[in-house]
């Protein structure tokens, strides 16, 4: 690791043992002993600094709580991992995760009627309703992860044995969300090309109804699934499911934090974002958004009262137990809120840089790529056989040799020892850092000796 990176945590860690200082002093300073401990401390931090400006010194502290190690391969890599390439957190986000670690951070000022989307210092009722706007919907709330959005969806809806549409590529959270609630899934098969049509989706909720003698009670997909991350016919797919009077989730897991995302436009009842895979956000975090007739019953409130002591407990909204993210992974989607909203106005170049990176693997004699193609999306599956896993075949490190060569590169995220089929995310690099990525990827084709094109 660069000392520096290692200089920067040292530094950031021994000012949090001030802070802990603080903590532990009465509120009208520190006493003799305290003081002491204090200067101490802060002839520490400026050790460290020196050596951090420096670019010297030895790696002291190398784990947290002695068993943790630090995390660092955001400072180091270039991460091309599939699933953290968007949650990666802002700056902003990691301030405020500093700032409101403690437990139930949120709750400083939280009065009556006592639920944290009505909290409005730190303003996260204001926030609520930014993140209704900026999917075009009537109503928030921020959820444990897209799964809980699926999940206070699905026990609304479905009862047991009730039937859901998702798509042959649906994400396992949407099946436990459906089997949670009792139902069953009915996937959508794939045309040639992967994609869930809106045609297809028709005749599989035919195909039930004929089935089963029941129509499904909710139509489930992704924009963009997670394993190609090709596009759906997501606009049909909301007609399809609106002719039929059936709900329809839109799942926005790898689009609500990256690309413009217009609920209304795309006809859904519900869109679900994930925080910790697309908003930037400390996880479990996400959003679950739904129209104005959906908000009575998914967010219907408490109506429960004691038997022995009659008490109630007011709005608390039901599916959402009361109360979500109270505490940094809120503060973190709020910190990074504006980059997010931002950032999403930019998607076309991150499609390009996606689609430049590809283009250059393509070079890569024997490469393909099995998302289609050009890309309209940063996440990809490419298959590797017939370039990088021919190397691996003969290679005393099999497929390791690829990650070893990434890695000495600073390149990590991609599958150890994978060099078939492997799925890479080039979310948030720089032009620079594209350009540095492709550049890696021809280089060990070529001291391997696989033919790159010009
Ligand atoms: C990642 C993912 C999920 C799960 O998101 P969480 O926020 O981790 O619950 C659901 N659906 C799809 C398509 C995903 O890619």
């Known amino acids: 690791m660069s000392i520096r990176i290692q200089k920067t945590f040292e530094a950031l860690f021994a000012l949090e043992e001030v802070r802990g200082l603080f903590r532990e002093s009465l509120p009208t300073g520190f006493d003799p002993e305290e003081e002491a401990a204090f200067r101490q401390k802060i002839a520490e931090v400026k050790a460290i600094l020196a050596d951090l400006e420096a670019g010297t010194g030895t790696p002291k502290v190398t784990k947290i709580a002695g068993t943790i190690d630090l995390r660092t391969r955001e400072e180091q890599s270039i991460n091309i991992q599939p699933i953290q390439a968007a949650g990666r957190l802002t700056t902003e986000a990691r301030k405020a995760l500093i700032s409101y670690g403690d437990g139930y951070s949120t709750c400083d000022a939280c009065r009556k009627p006592f639920r944290l989307d009505k909290i409005s210092k730190p303003g996260i009722a204001e926030f609520h309703a930014d993140l209704a706007k900026f999917v075009n919907m009537d109503h928030a709330r921020v959820v444990p992860g897209a799964r809980r959005g699926f999940q206070a969806v699905t026990n609304t809806l479905v009862n047991k044995g ?227 896993d021919t190397v691996a075949q003969t290679h005393k490190r099999r497929g390791f040799y690829f990650s070893d060569e990434l890695s000495s590169r600073g390149i990590v995220g991609e599958f150890a020892g994978a060099t078939r089929t492997w799925k890479l995310n080039t979310y948030g690099l720089s032009e620079k850092k594209i350009r540095y990525l492709a550049d890696a990827f021809t280089e060990v084709a070529e001291k391997h000796g696989i033919p790159v094109a010009k």
Not at 209 to 215: A, D, H
Not at 335 to 352: C, H, I, L, M
Not at 368 to 373: A, F, G, I, N, Q
């Open 162 to 388: 009730d039937s859901v549409i998702v798509s042959a590529l649906a994400h396992y959270t949407e099946f436990l969300a459906v089997e949670n609630a009792g139902g069953v899934v009915k996937e959508v098969p794939l045309n040639a090309k992967n994609i869930v049509t809106g045609e297809a989706t028709a005749q599989k909720i035919e195909e039930v109804k004929r089935e089963t003698g029941k129509l499904p009670v909710l139509v489930m997909i992704d924009h963009f699934d997670y394993q190609f991350a090709n596009e759906h016919e997501i606009k049909e797919i909301g007609k399809v499911a609106h002719q039929y009077d059936i709900p329809f989730l839109y799942n926005g897991a790898y689009t609500v934090g990256v690309m413009p995302v217009d609920g209304k436009a795309i006809g859904a009842d519900f869109v679900v974002g994930s925080g910790h895979k697309s908003m930037a956000s400390v996880a479990p975090s996400g959003v679950l958004a739904m129209t104005d007739e959906w908000l009575p019953k998914t967010l219907r409130t408490t109506a429960m009262v004691g038997d022995l002591t009659k008490r109630k407990f007011g709005i608390k909204e039901v599916e959402l137990l009361g109360c979500t993210l109270m505490g940094g992974t809120l503060l973190s989607m709020m910190a990074s809120f504006p980059t997010v909203k931002a950032r999403t106005k930019k998607w076309e170049d991150e499609v390009k840089r996606s689609n430049y990176f590809i283009g250059r693997l393509l070079k890569i004699t024997g490469s393909k790529v099995l998302s289609e193609y050009p890309r309209k999306h940063t996440l990809t599956k490419v298959d590797t056989t017939g370039s990088f």
